[in-house]
């Protein structure tokens, strides 16, 4: 699923690339400056490519940060045709950007915003904070949380984490929604405890934890009532096992995907189409009412 394309591209950057910044190999270092000229040049090349493959949400972050390293190139040159030719691309750069980021904007509005991040095989920095603080906005005050994998130990302490993560963000969580699968073997009478200690320790802070149990629970998922969805292919336990004693080791990542939309304006559609489509089940009810099959609307349990 890929996000419809921003306004046309300003003339001033065609359609094929915004041409990144030549750095002369000849003329390298001359000025002090040519660690900044390369990363600034492979930067907005890169930004340029995602552009162009319309990953409008990354592109602008390699966007700011390049233009970020030529604003401290034209800074510490002394050359004044180098500092006009930066000046002239920069402003370029500059404006796409601004183009890309209101596309964004709208489509955040309008409830069409995807995106999708993978997470790399030993990644860091990618904590809980780093995925979710974006869309933890001070509306929220519902969680819902979809992962059939809160059994184990670390399973469990993944779990605190996030919460304790909720409790001191910027929002004000009241309840969590907790749906996971019941351990069926010697594991469970520890994953219920601990989950009991987890909505104890949440009472403290004013938070319910509701915690539900499926056997046929499959997605993972992470909903906050303002209006923001969170898949991640793992779950919370995305996380590898600390190698001890090397603990350097601790918080790298195991390779996965993780998208983000809006599953708000999918359920205002639904909610405006429900006669529809209860008329539609009235009618496959009767067409097969003699093979005594049954159809029921189950309305899903989101507000």
């Known amino acids: 699923m890929r996000s419809a394309p921003p ?113 790399e095989e030993n990644a860091t920095g990618f904590g809980y904070e780093k995925l979710f603080q974006e869309y933890l906005t001070e509306i929220v005050s519902e969680v819902w949380v979809e992962d059939p994998y809160i059994r184990h130990v670390h399973q469990l302490y993944n779990f605190l984490r996030f919460c304790e993560m909720l409790v001191k963000g910027p929002c004000k969580v009241k309840i969590i929604h907790l749906l996971t699968s019941c351990d069926e073997g010697t594991g469970r009478s520890q994953q219920i405890s601990g989950l009991e200690e987890i909505q104890e320790s949440l009472k403290n802070y004013g938070v319910t934890l509701d915690i539900a149990f499926s056997s046929s629970i499959h997605d993972r998922e992470i909903r906050f009532n303002n209006g923001w969805m969170i898949k991640i292919g793992r779950g919370l336990d995305y996380f590898k096992k600390p190698q001890l004693p090397r603990r350097n080791r601790a918080g790298l990542c195991l390779v996965l995907w993780v998208t983000v939309c809006q599953w708000s304006a999918f359920f205002t559609l639904l909610h405006n189409n429900v006669s529809a489509i209860q008329c539609y089940i009235s009618e496959k009810n009767n067409v097969r009412a003699t093979e005594g099959v049954r159809y029921q609307w189950v309305p899903p349990d989101i507000p």
């Open 7 to 119: 306004p046309a591209r300003p003339a001033a950057l065609p359609i094929a690339v915004p041409v990144p910044v030549a750095v002369p190999m000849s003329r390298a270092g001359g000025d002090g400056t040519a660690a900044l000229e390369r990363a600034g040049a492979e930067t907005v090349k890169r930004a340029v490519e995602l552009d162009v493959a319309s990953r409008f949400q990354e592109s602008l972050v390699c966007y700011q940060e390049g233009i970020d390293l030529l604003l401290q190139v034209v800074k510490a040159t002394k050359d004044e045709a180098k500092k006009q030719r930066y000046r002239q691309k920069i402003s370029e750069y500059m404006t796409r950007a601004e183009d890309i980021k209101k596309h964004i904007e709208k489509e955040k509005e309008d409830g069409k915003y995807h995106k999708q991040i993978r997470i």
